[in-house]
């Protein structure tokens, strides 16, 4: 590992290991064709019409089909009951031409997403965040993992970084993100502290961390002095700054490259890696199938 702050990180590029991810998938998707007739089908949900969810659906789309698989948006009405959304997901479950199904999150106030999520048969929740996926990570014996963890997970993993009897902290403790992620680093052996609003002197934690995963959602909010010489940065926030020319994560990008060994950049880091995950988990789905 690299040492010291003469040093500039190397870049841990999403953008370019996501493309390479989604050539195997369409590898993996022309032998599934060939070989046993079976087209990997991806059906993702959408209710309302939340102008990021909308734009985040169409990009799932577009990649499944440019990997060779089939997707259906299916675009419900943001008034659509608990029950009409239950309905859609209960007729996907039983059509076994779709081996992938997922609900944009997050859907509109008055729906229960939870609920909802549970009722997504276990072998086609490619988005791995119902109940049964999440327990089954907590046990050890997830199929899927929520897409963004794995993406981080598989992005160290193909780096060759060493997750095992590492010091990893991460920041954030949400359902789709920072819980999950810290469960994927557990089970990989490393040594895992979790963070969130209440943690007392967390560039005191921050600083105890070889792997560092920032899931928190505020602009450059851990400092770049609060990362040891050398350690890896993974940085999955994703905040709009008004006059800033791109999206900005949630770590002083310039300081933390000159102290970290990698690093996310932000855009082209963790958030390409996300739906390349969805697609592979979807191909797992209909290799499982087929
Ligand atoms: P979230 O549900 O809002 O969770 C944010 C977490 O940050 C919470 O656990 C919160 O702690 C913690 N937090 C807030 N303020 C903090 C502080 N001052 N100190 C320490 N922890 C603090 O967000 P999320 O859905 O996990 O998303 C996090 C970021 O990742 C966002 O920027 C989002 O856009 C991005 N994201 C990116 C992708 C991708 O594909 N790249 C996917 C999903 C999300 P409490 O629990 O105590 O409130």
Redesign the pocket.
């Known amino acids: 590992m690299l040492k010291g702050t003469a040093l500039e990180a190397k870049i841990l590029d999403g953008g370019a290991l996501a493309k390479q991810i989604r050539g195997e998938l369409a590898e993996r998707v022309e032998k599934l064709k060939v070989e046993k007739g079976v087209t990997p089908r991806l059906s993702v949900i959408l209710v309302g019409e939340d102008p990021a969810s909308v734009t985040y659906t169409r990009m799932k789309k577009k990649a499944c089909e440019a990997t060779g698989m089939i997707s259906d948006l299916i675009e419900l009405p943001a008034s659509s009951t608990q029950d009409e959304v239950k309905g859609v997901i209960a007729k996907l479950n039983a059509d076994t031409s779709v081996h992938g199904i997922m609900v944009q ?1 997050p859907v509109p106030s008055h729906l229960d997403e939870l609920d909802i999520l549970a009722t997504v048969a276990v072998e086609k929740d490619v988005d791995g965040i119902s109940a049964l996926s999440l327990g089954r990570l907590v046990l050890g014996t997830a199929d899927f993992v929520s ?2 963890p794995l ?1 981080i997970i598989t992005l160290l993993e193909r780096y060759g970084i060493e997750i095992k009897g590492k010091e990893a902290v991460v ?8 819980k999950p992620v810290a469960l994927a680093l557990l089970e990989r052996h490393a040594t895992v502290t979790i ?5 007392q002197d ?1 560039p005191e934690v921050v600083r105890r961390a070889d792997i560092l995963v ?5 602009p450059e ?1 851990i400092k770049g002095d609060w990362i040891k010489d050398g350690a890896v940065v993974v940085d ?4 709009k700054v008004e006059g800033a020319s791109h999206d900005v ?2 770590v002083e990008y310039d300081a933390a490259a000159k102290r970290a060994s990698y690093i996310t950049p ?1 855009p082209g ?7 390349a995950m969805l697609l592979s988990q979807t191909v797992k789905a209909a290799e499982k199938y087929a």
């Open positions: 999150h897409c963004t993406g920041v954030g403790r949400s359902i789709i993100l920072g963070c969130h609003s209440r943690t967390l920032a899931a928190i959602g505020k909010f999955a926030g994703y905040n994560g949630d932000v880091g963790v958030g390409p890696m996300t739906i």
